[in-house]
DNA sequence: CTTGAGCGT
């Protein structure tokens, strides 16, 4: 029987203010999962510690399999790092776990381009 | 029946 945390309470039994050495932010960099784990499992298993918001696996385009890493966006970046604190060093399905913070990695994101708008000559 | 550090469209 799993017994759940009564996270819903207000109360998180993993609020240790511990201090860390990046900004805590709401997205978690998982990884150290085994190639077998999908998106469902860590959902199931990091929502055990916080309102988790979007799950996101790695997988490769080519033979299909999971990459090994994934990333997991929580409500709060302090469940995130509750999380963190919580589930990175652990064994998770048969493979010790690391969990970090996410960086500010984005590629699909829809850069501002400045238009240049009657910058220079606009004229002709 | 494959491998094992990492940072995403």
Redesign the pocket.
């Known amino acids: 029987m799993i017994r759940l945390p009564n996270i819903l309470n207000g109360r998180l039994y993993c609020s240790h203010p511990s201090a860390s050495s990046q900004p805590p932010n709401n ?1 978690l ?1 998982v ?5 077998s784990v999908d998106e469902k499992s860590l959902n199931d298993a990091f929502s055990t510690f916080g309102q988790v918001t ?1 799950v ?1 696996i ?1 997988y490769d385009k080519e ?1 299909g ?1 999971s ?3 994934g ?1 997991v ?1 929580f409500s709060k970046d302090e469940e995130a790092n509750c999380a963190k604190d919580a589930m990175d060093g652990k064994a998770f399905l048969g ?1 010790p776990l ?1 969990v ?4 500010e ?5 829809p850069v501002v381009v400045p238009r240049l708008t009657g910058v220079g000559n606009g004229d002709k």
């Not at 990884?31 to 190639?35: D, F, I, V, Y």
């Open positions: 997205k960099f990884a150290g999962l085994s190639w979007e996101r790695m033979t399999r990459r090994g890493f990333f966006h493979r690391r970090s913070f996410a960086l990695k984005v590629r699909g994101a």
